[in-house]
């Protein structure tokens, strides 16, 4: 599953289809998704440097199989929905 940690107004102006939007704040303050930790989850962010922090956060959680999937322009260029 994707997993986009941008603003609520990244999100509003283009995301993953299907993808969850949570943003990197939340994992700031200890907030987490409900998800089974071994979830394969791809975050991003707009460059990947949010992504990298959420990455490392769920990892330190115990999160088992989570990767960093880059920008959202990346994942655009891999021919990912956007909506």
């Not at 704040?25 to 991003?44: N, S, V």
Request: aromatic fraction near 8%; glycine fraction near 10%.
């Amino acid at each position: 599953m994707y997993l986009d940690v941008r603003t609520n107004e990244e999100w509003a102006e283009g995301h993953v289809k299907e993808a969850l939007h949570f943003e990197l704040a939340r994992f700031e303050a200890g907030e987490f998704p409900d998800l089974p930790k071994d979830t394969e989850i791809k975050i991003y962010c707009g460059s990947g440097a949010r992504a990298e922090i959420a990455k490392s956060i769920l990892d330190s959680a115990g999160f088992s199989n989570v990767t960093n999937a880059g920008g959202l322009d990346d994942l655009r260029d891999q021919g990912l929905l956007i909506e």
